[in-house]
């Protein structure tokens, strides 16, 4: 059973962390200019920090 609960708690934060990154990756690379693409990179950076902060607590968890 402990098992089970450490290969979930892996996936989930390998999962996390991929859409932590990309997130950020994609508010670097967003092409859109003026207030609709500065709105845009700050909810890809907030939704990245999300997922890096979901990461941290997840690992945390799994240790």
Known sequence: MNGILSG????AT???LVLGLSC???AFLSG?????G?????E???MGFS???ITL???????
């Open 24 to 26: 950020i990756v994609m």
């Open 32 to 36: 859109k200019t003026g207030a609709e």
């Open 44 to 46: 890809y950076g907030f």
């Open 8 to 11: 979930f708690l892996f996936g």
């Open 51 to 53: 997922g890096l902060a």
């Open 14 to 16: 390998a999962v996390a």
């Open 38 to 42: 500065m709105r845009e990179k700050i």
């Open 57 to 63: 607590l997840l690992g945390y968890a799994a240790a």
